[in-house]
């Protein structure tokens, strides 16, 4: 019997020339690539194409993007010697500095090496410490499309595992002495590598930071397709752009949580940044460069949320709110991973400063209740022995003052030394709805330094105060 034609066997479909069904290849599931003699494949499944990746690149050929590693030290601070990981003779000939750091910089999408920033950092760096500063310029496969831009992250990744690998293996160079820093694209590229030494080479980076990881196509997408905290034995991240794009709530820095240390300086949107593009999003860049040579500390608290810490709700730097400063002093914590930490910065250069918390302890008296309250804002001068600040305003809109109430808020402004005198100044939000016996019926004021175990309280000698009128507290031993 010719089962081709038999009933419970029908003959295939004939194939019409507009039915082109089966002669469309399925998609691939990856592509491999030659990287330094060997071939590394890469898949083209999920999680790498999800609903947050909807358009899926394969990387380009090595040759195609052109990744160059370019070395500077103190004693070619001003021409770099390039190390090709294909040519072992650059790397062992390399003039490198021995027993000192490795910190190798990654810029981000739409950059290159030559770009200022990355010549600042690598200048401020060489300033710092006689140590090694390695420039990764992946330029080429950075210019846009940016979903391509993506995909290439995965090869430049690899190829910055084996410049590690190599320099460990055939120049001595412990894995120890290595540190990742990664702007935006570079943040995740830094990530690729750290996985690649993981997998490929039984190496772990001690340490991976992350200045604003680029968010679009890494927001709320699988571990390995982006910086996390197991890329490196500490991973710290700076957080400072918020800001939606174009209305919609995507943002060009990732907001989520995904290092052991996830910074927010002013909870991730930054204060000077108004219409100049991109500034929220370069601002990590800054921050870390300052904090190399730092005038003052960066100095962040743990602490869940943003507006907990500027309530004053997390301090001490102790117990469940410890400190740590951002940047390049950033030390591990023992806290678990994805731990937020905050601190406000200055809108201007230097940006950093120091924190205070200041408590307003209301009367809780007979009169005061009577009184029901009163809207004011509150200003403050503080007075110290090395220093005195300008006049601080304790919040942006008016606050509701009433008895037995206290109010805490933290500020930041230079280091004012041991504190000698306060002045306050009760501002009058409501002055064009006048109303007679305006007053506030505040006890003390309480000013804290952070990571310091100093309280000044300084106590109000009337039962009342007046709005819209200056007072002067000093310093004394006497209680409220």
Same mark, same amino acid.
């Given at each position: ?6 009933? =419970? ?73 390039? !190390? ?5 003779? %650059? ?16 810029? $981000? ?5 030559? =770009? ?74 830094? $990530? ?24 679009? +196509? ?5 571990? &390995?397709?982006?910086?996390?905290? %197991? ?26 949580? &995904?290092?052991? !240390?996830?910074? +927010? ?14 500034? @929220?999003?370069?601002?990590?860049? /800054?921050?870390? %460069? ?54 406000? /910065? ?52 008016? @606050?509701?003052?009433?008895? $037995? ?47 310091? /175990? ?9 039962? +009342?105060?007046? !709005? ?13």
């Amino acid at each position: 019997m010719d089962l081709g034609t038999s009933p =419970t066997h029908p003959p295939p479909p004939l194939l019409l020339p507009s039915d082109k069904s089966s002669l469309i290849s399925p998609p691939p599931v990856e592509q491999c690539h030659i990287v330094y003699g060997e071939q590394m494949c890469f898949s083209l499944l999920p999680p790498w194409v999800t609903s947050s990746r909807p358009v899926l690149k394969t990387p380009m050929a090595p040759v195609e993007i052109g990744t160059s590693f370019n070395l500077y030290t103190r004693l070619n601070h001003t021409v770099p010697a390039l !190390l090709d990981p294909s040519d072992l003779r %650059t790397i062992l000939s390399a003039p490198f500095i021995p027993d000192q750091p490795f910190r190798i910089i990654s810029h $981000g999408y739409f950059s290159r090496s030559g =770009t200022p920033w990355l010549k600042m950092m690598t200048d401020e760096l060489l300033r710092a410490q006689d140590q090694n500063v390695i420039v990764v310029d992946w330029s080429v496969g950075a210019i846009p499309p940016y979903t391509q831009a993506v995909a290439n992250i995965r090869i430049v990744g690899a190829q910055l595992a084996y410049l590690v690998y190599a320099l460990n293996k055939f120049a001595d160079v412990p894995i120890s002495s290595f540190h990742l820093i990664g702007h935006s694209l570079g943040a995740h590229l830094s $990530g690729q590598a750290g996985v690649h030494l993981q997998n490929t080479y039984g190496l772990t980076l001690p340490r991976i930071t992350g200045l604003d990881p680029a968010e679009p +196509y890494f927001n709320y997408t699988h571990p &390995i397709t982006r910086l996390d905290h %197991t890329d490196a034995i500490f991973v710290d991240v700076i957080h400072t752009d918020d800001a939606p794009i174009l209305g919609f709530p995507l943002s060009l820095g990732m907001t989520e949580p &995904i290092g052991h !240390l996830d910074f +927010y300086p002013n909870g991730g949107s930054q204060p000077g940044c108004s219409s100049e593009l991109n500034c @929220h999003h370069k601002r990590a860049i /800054t921050y870390f %460069t300052e904090s190399i040579r730092q005038s003052c500390p960066l100095l962040a608290i743990a602490c869940p949320s943003y507006e907990s810490f500027i309530q004053g709700e997390c301090w001490g730097c102790k117990g469940e709110h410890p400190c740590t400063q951002m940047g390049l002093p950033a030390l591990p914590l023992p806290v678990t991973h994805n731990t937020k930490l905050y601190l406000h /910065t200055h809108d201007r250069s230097p940006y950093c400063g120091y924190h205070y918390r200041i408590t307003v302890e209301m009367r809780n008296s007979s009169q005061a209740r009577d009184h029901m309250g009163e809207f004011a804002i509150l200003h403050l001068r503080l007075v110290g022995n090395k220093d005195i600040t300008s006049t601080i305003r304790l919040s942006e809109q008016s @606050h509701y003052y009433e008895a $037995g109430s206290t109010q805490r808020r933290v500020i930041l402004t230079q280091d004012v030394g041991r504190l000698q005198s306060v002045g306050v100044y009760f501002e009058d939000p409501t002055w064009l709805l006048p109303r007679f016996n305006r007053r506030l019926y505040v006890k003390a004021i309480t000013i804290e330094p952070l990571d310091k /175990t100093i309280r000044w309280k300084m106590c109000f000698e009337s039962d +009342y105060q007046k !709005l819209d009128r200056q007072y002067q507290l000093q310093l004394s031993d006497s209680t409220c």
